[in-house]
């Protein structure tokens, strides 16, 4: 993704998303897999993520923001995912 690709995310073209989307959904489905395990659940955070991604995406100016923005959020909800999981399962031994 190129400079002009930045600034056509960020202007809310479709195109630039979903080459953007392409690019990085493989790689954001394993790092979500490295936290939960579960193939389908890392789908569908990084689905999730995704989502936000592009109803945020005027804050973005370049793809390190971008990156940066995936990455931690999948991290955290990851993290909660794993936290509710626990909870769950407390309660189902119940």
């Given at each position: 993704?190129?400079?002009?690709?930045?600034?056509?995310?960020?202007?809310?073209?479709?195109?630039?998303?979903?080459?953007?989307?392409?690019?990085?959904?493989?790689?954001?489905?394993?790092?979500a897999?490295?936290?939960?395990?579960?193939?389908?659940?890392?789908?569908?955070?990084?689905?999730?993520?995704?989502?936000?991604l592009?109803?945020?995406?005027?804050?973005?100016?370049?793809?390190?923001?971008?990156?940066?923005?995936?990455?931690?959020?999948?991290?955290?909800?990851?993290?909660?995912?794993?936290?509710?999981?626990?909870?769950?399962?407390?309660?189902?031994?119940?």
């Amino acid at each position: 993704m190129h400079h002009s690709t930045d600034k056509e995310f960020q202007s809310g073209d479709k195109q630039a998303f979903r080459l953007l989307f392409n690019m990085l959904y493989p790689v954001m489905c394993l790092y979500a897999r490295k936290y939960i395990g579960s193939d389908e659940d890392s789908e569908d955070i990084a689905q999730e993520i995704f989502i936000e991604l592009w109803h945020q995406h005027a804050k973005f100016e370049s793809l390190n923001q971008i990156k940066a923005f995936l990455y931690l959020s999948i991290k955290n909800k990851c993290l909660n995912f794993r936290k509710h999981q626990i909870v769950k399962d407390k309660y189902s031994e119940n």
